[in-house]
């Protein structure tokens, strides 16, 4: 049985989530204290946050009937995965990517297959259609990619596609941030399966929702797999907030795109720091030991004893000498390359 590991350790500066540094916008959050005031803790929810599906539907242009909810895309994922696990036989992801696919196919008891990327972390195509068996594979293809921030190119998606794939799920955690989706093809190809998800752009992390649009003939399978009230009154009552006026909240986005492009400039100013693009609101960056003059676990530990906790990689031999940093607010990332200039001791 494999797990996903989470840090628990209390931080003072976190930025090891990709969460919203700003969370719910400040113009809605009287109306989220309201909302959350108005549920009635001793009733069950809606079964299946239909009002926060038809929100979801609006917002994306597709019809509600199409959409899953569940607490967080985790949970949908897993759904997706036990919907077609008695015709799959394997579970196709690049690598390195986003953990909790491995958990997924661990605890249906499914091999995974990676493709690997190169050192630029670059996806080829060509090797995931070479990795697809046909007719039984499940593929994971997440559009930007948790952790290197980058697309993988589209011809990926229909590379699996065109090698028989029985299902791809494209996650679009991140979609938000910019770039396109699949959420349209999902109408037209019952493979193409969208996650998506509130904890990142819409500043939800904690209410824990998530949701995944798939085409007609397959939503009622997902669906089936999902325990009724998977989602609480609280939650639902949350993310209808955020939806009835989805822009005020994605107004937030540029902002933090924006601190995302000046930590990248800021990294690649530091001898030893190489940071990869991102159209996310994280940023990998590798650590030159040699050059910085301490190893990427070395500056994880440095900056979690200055109460800044980031991302580093236990286990995953590709994301060796590498870390991950989430935007925070702006004086948490200046602090936090404040540590970084302060630590490098340059040459060794
Ligand atoms: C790529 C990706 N997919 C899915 C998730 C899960 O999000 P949640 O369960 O909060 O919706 C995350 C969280 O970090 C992620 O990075």
Redesign the pocket.
Known sequence: MSRYEVTTRAVRIKLD??EHPYGVVPELRGELQRALGAVDASRYPDASSSGVRALLGRHLGVDADRIVVG???????ACIATSVRAEVSQVVIPCP??G?YRVVAGNLDLPVVEVPTDRDFRLEPEAVGRAVSRGSSLVFL?MP???TGAYFPHDCVQAALDAGARAVVV?E??GEFGGSSWVEASGRDPRVIV??????AFGL?GV???YCVAHGEVVGRIDAVRAPYNVGGYSQAAAAVVLERPEVQLASVAPVAESIRDMIRELSGIPGLRPFPSCTNFVLFRVDEGTYGMSATELWEALGDRGISIRRFGGVPELEGHLRVSAGLPEENEEFLAGLRDLGGGER
């Open positions: 989530a990709n607490s967080g895309s985790n949970e949908v994922m990517t986003f909790m997440c990619n948790n952790p996650d955690a991140y996650l998506r998800t509130l904890s990142k992390a824990r929702l998530g």
